[in-house]
């Protein structure tokens, strides 16, 4: 193994050593499958490239991709490696795709990483030109960028070694976000360190449902498979989403071995009436779960309903990570037979105290905070307090991560950069302890939401709600709160109402609602009016969303 | 019995209790565009939508534009029962 190789190294290796094995099933719409084995499948990669090629991408370029789940954006986003220009993947938000807001989006995150291509659909490119735009790039549909040219001798630079070889959209204060940079060789680091971990080969059958603009779905889900050799079984995140049980039956029907879930899409799975829970799950092996904190609840509501469908709970893989890490970073170590642990500790403690106190299940008090792992051999791990000491096991504070699986920066943006790195160490601003070597996650420094997966930053949904006239600056707060209906975070927003408002406070609140869905791409779960004085702000005049939520929570 | 009369009560009531409490529910108010429904209360409509009316709803139909309001709901409704 060479962490300096590109990254479709090992698959092109695997492809010289047995052509004739299974690379990917894509499962579409109506559920017919499209084959390819890796000789078809590297064909395709390399027409694609020559393709892209003869259309004038080169290697360097930054290629946004806005493409649904199917033929295309595979063969888009690895053509892109093959010919080494730089894809960035961008959301494809269900129903929300092409609207108004997400076209603004897109024109803002084109600016910000200076993007030279867009290839998206043809419905997308119609509304994207009949739009004001800031940036120019050169749109291609699908079908245009790969429309025969002229003959081009092949000239492919794939990314390697500190090279960028992808961009990651991530969220930020801003509706742009940020994008982190993230280099061949950490991302190498990161699918080799994960082939070991999760001790994946040629006789694993990968069942991804998770979009690849997640770096879960991406990396985990599309890349690491074919580093491995093993075959990848690809259903859209729709379809997982309208038909959960038919996710299972898959496991069933193809003897699927690894696969992958967020806590709200195991809470789904759990929800299912007990009659299309009856497939037999024996053979999976690694159940990896991620994208946000997964709660104990979830896994062993998910372990009775389908104990007698031969679930193994020594199969789940819990792990941590964002995307300046690449993918999950910490993980739990499915190779040890054992479910990963449980730490009931004292909620006044954690709360007051900043202290892990560990206590019996069955006390009033305890609540139980799933382990995310330990990190893997020289990757490093602390957690410090506010004036950067370190901490003891049990101490809640910062969690810091360094090593050769970080992002090399936001893309132009330094000061964003030095917000979150210092001397080679990353700045997570999630909270969390150790206890026996293995990382607790239970909170947050940063005001960050987190919606089955998706990362929002409270800044971006205040911006879009101020934008209502009647609303008056610095009276509305958004942040997260725990939605037990779904298993994962709603989007809360508390305005305060002054009594001369111009609009009805009805008529407000569909307001509101509706700029934050067209800008944000996301539905707020809730919508409140308070009086005046009823947002916290610190001394200094800032909000203190932390303080408002719990405010929210406590039902003051 | 004309398609609206079929169609749209049904739709009505199922979304009745699903949307912010007090919110409008005309044959054209904004359902996804404004936020109204979110993207899981999107997908459970859909489900409710293929037992209801015992039709199958392609991913590619997934835009705003067909499910934004009672009315575009019924035309995609007819559509796809007449192409059955």
């Not at chain 1, 108004?100 to 043809?122: V, Y």
């Not at chain 1, 707020?524 to 308070?530: D, E, H, V």
Request: aromatic share 8%; glycine share 8%.
């Amino acid at each position: 193994m060479n962490f300096q190789d590109p990254i479709l190294a090992g698959f092109h290796a695997h492809c010289d050593r047995d052509p004739d094995q299974p690379a990917i099933e894509i499962i579409g719409e109506g559920g017919s499958s499209i084959y390819h084995n890796r000789r078809e499948l590297r064909a395709l990669i390399r027409d694609t490239a020559a393709r892209f090629q003869s259309q004038g991408i080169t290697p360097g370029d930054k290629v946004l991709i806005k493409l649904s789940h199917g033929d295309a954006l595979l063969r888009t986003l690895l053509g892109c490696f093959e010919l080494g220009a730089i894809p960035c993947l961008l959301p494809w938000r269900f129903a929300h795709a092409g609207s108004p807001g997400d076209l603004k989006r897109l024109d803002l995150q084109a600016t910000s990483i200076e993007a030279e291509w867009l290839i998206t659909t043809p419905a997308i490119k119609e509304s994207w030109l009949s739009i004001e735009r800031n940036w120019r790039v050169e749109l291609r549909t699908f079908a245009e960028a790969t429309a025969k040219n002229h003959d081009t001798v092949a000239d492919f630079k794939p990314a390697q070694g500190e090279a960028t070889a992808y961009l990651q959209f991530t969220s930020g204060t801003t509706g742009a976000g940020r994008t982190a940079e993230l280099s061949a060789q950490a991302i190498q680091h990161c699918l080799h360190r994960d082939a070991t971990k999760l001790d994946l080969g040629t006789k694993d059958r990968v069942l991804n449902w998770l979009p690849l603009y997640h770096d879960l779905g991406l990396f985990a889900g599309l890349l690491l498979p074919l580093l491995s050799g093993a075959r990848i079984i690809w259903m859209s995140p729709v379809r997982f989403l309208r038909r959960p049980a038919e996710f299972l039956d898959t496991i069933d029907r193809k003897s699927i071995t690894v696969t992958f879930a967020t806590n709200a899409a195991l809470h789904q799975l759990a929800g299912l009436p007990e009659t299309d829970t009856r497939p037999d799950l024996s053979s999976l092996k690694r159940f990896i779960c991620g994208g946000e904190p997964i709660r104990h609840e979830s896994l062993r509501r998910f372990e009775d309903l389908f104990k007698t469908q031969q679930f193994d709970p020594a199969s789940w893989v819990i792990g941590y990570g964002m995307a300046e890490t690449v993918v999950g970073v910490i993980a739990t170590d499915p190779r040890t037979g054992q479910t990963p642990r449980t730490d009931w500790v004292e909620s006044h403690a954690l709360k007051t105290n900043n202290q892990a106190v560990a206590c019996e299940p069955d006390k009033a008090t305890a609540i139980p905070i799933v382990t995310c792992g330990q990190p893997w051999h020289r990757d490093e791990l602390k957690i410090i307090d506010e004036n950067g000491t370190d901490l003891a096991e049990r101490v809640v504070g910062e969690v810091c991560l360094r090593g050769p699986f970080l992002f090399s920066g936001y893309y132009r943006q330094p000061e964003e950069t030095a917000k979150v790195m210092r001397d080679g160490w990353l700045y997570t601003g999630d909270l969390g302890y150790l206890a026996d070597g293995h990382l607790y996650i239970c909170g947050r420094r940063k005001d960050l939401i987190i919606v089955g997966g998706t990362n929002i930053h409270p800044e971006e949904i205040e911006a879009a709600a101020q934008t209502v006239s009647g609303l008056s600056p610095g009276r509305l707060v958004a942040f997260g709160a725990p939605n037990d209906q779904t298993g994962t975070e709603g989007i809360i927003v508390v305005m305060e109402i002054a009594r001369q408002e111009t609009l009805s406070i009805p008529s407000l609140e569909a307001a509101v609602r509706q700029r934050i869905t067209e800008q944000v791409g996301l539905a707020p779960q809730r919508i409140l009016s308070m009086p005046r004085g009823w947002i916290i702000k610190t001394s200094s005049g800032k909000l203190s969303r932390h303080k408002c939520r719990t405010k929210y929570l406590n039902h003051e | 019995m004309s398609d609206s009369l079929s169609i749209i009560p049904p739709v009505r009531e199922y979304l009745a209790t699903r949307i912010p409490e007090g919110s409008p529910l005309e044959d054209q108010t904004k359902l996804v565009s404004s936020g109204m429904i979110d993207s899981m209360g999107l997908v459970d409509l859909t489900t409710f939508l293929e037992v209801e009316f015992s039709i199958m709803i392609p991913e590619e139909s997934f835009t705003v534009d067909n499910f934004d309001t009672l009315t575009a709901i019924e035309a995609l409704v007819t559509q796809l029962r007449s192409a059955k």
